[in-house]
């Protein structure tokens, strides 16, 4: 399975985009790029996911490098609300079901 | 539509004490798995299921055990709790891998939190 490298935290300020980054070098061809985001001890909430094309909706954006070895999720306007531990998994085909978490990011938005 | 439904949702036991915590989904999902989370912890693979009456184990499987005898629900066993196991328990559910691409994919439930003293 593909591991995940995060930052363990970053800070952001209000209003300002949130740039987060995730290094996933063994990623193979069919692997997706998924973000998660655990806000205190809730559930895990989906946020995006891609494979090789930059994609967008209405919670964030995700920029995947074109040897897909890295990528950033963008949070246009962080609000206090988004602070959270946001998590990048790399999950594809025919991994036998097997989905592992890496330590996250905790991101803390400041007024 | 409830999606992934975790029973309970807090419980407090006493050192070798047994109990069983219930995962249920209603979306027909091939994937299920059981994680826990310690504080300031990320999220760790218990054990898992691709399909019914099959298990697997994840990264962090000693003093559990599983059982999935209905597509729908996964079970977690404590046989004999010990303090170690105190922690949240997270539920999880997805489609089987030829279906990842569908957008959200890995559905959770709300958590369990289980004190053992």
């Known amino acids: 399975d593909a591991k995940t490298t995060q930052p363990p935290s970053m800070d952001c300020a209000e209003g300002r985009a949130a740039n987060l980054p995730c290094n996933h070098s063994t990623i193979s061809g069919n692997e997706y790029v998924y973000w998660y985001r655990q806000i205190h001890s809730q559930g895990p909430q989906y946020i995006i996911h891609?494979?090789?094309n930059n994609e967008t909706n209405e919670m964030a954006s995700l920029i995947i490098t074109e040897d897909r070895k890295s990528s950033t999720l963008i949070l246009p306007h962080a609000t206090l609300r988004d602070t959270a531990v946001y998590y990048c998994i790399v999950r594809g085909y025919n991994q036998g079901g097997k989905l592992i978490f890496g330590q996250g990011t905790e991101l803390s938005v400041k007024p | 539509n409830a999606g992934v439904t975790q029973t309970p949702k807090f419980r407090v036991l006493k050192t070798g004490q047994s109990m069983t915590l219930l995962c249920a989904q209603d979306m027909n999902h091939e994937y299920m798995y059981w994680y826990r989370q310690d504080p300031g912890m990320g999220l760790r693979l218990i054990h898992y299921?691709?399909?019914?009456?099959?298990?697997a184990k994840g990264e962090v499987p000693d003093g559990y055990n599983v059982s999935r005898l209905k597509k729908q629900n996964f079970l977690l066993g404590l046989e004999s709790a010990a303090p170690s196991q105190t922690s949240v328990y997270f539920c999880?559910?997805?489609?089987?891998?030829?279906?990842?691409?569908?957008?959200?994919?890995?559905?959770f439930g709300e958590g369990s939190w289980l004190t053992v003293v």
């Open positions: 999880a559910s997805t489609p089987r891998d030829r279906l990842i691409s569908s957008g959200n994919t890995i559905y």
């Open positions: 299921s691709v399909g019914e009456g099959t298990t």
């Open positions: 891609g494979l090789k």
